[in-house]
């Protein structure tokens, strides 16, 4: 099996190692910014549990410190899993209609 799933559009090497990055930047160890943003990880590419996990483990992360020493922003058309679709970790949710719902509520 090619390990970057072409056929499903995932490179699962590659959210490992900004997930990586983003650990080694909490810990001192890079010039990593803290910050990491995931462009529409999908359920369907991942499977369930993976998609999941993804939460999970930046959440984990949140105990590394006196306060989360991160951000991580995932955009995505798949619901997150049950435990995360609140605040604090749902911060703001979109749609592509209404105009009133998108990100600049306008028609561009």
Known sequence: MDKYYPARGVNIPCLNTDLAALTL???GRTLHPDFLLHDSPREADLGRSLYS??????????????????????????EPPEEFRNVPWLRLQLQGSPEEDRLFRVNL
Do not use: W
């Not at 996990?53 to 798949?78: C, K, M, N, R, W």
């Open 25 to 27: 930047a909490m810990e």
């Open 53 to 78: 996990e993804i939460f999970h483990f930046a959440q984990s992360l949140e105990d590394v410190g006196p306060s989360p020493l991160f951000q991580y922003i995932i955009t995505t058309t798949t």
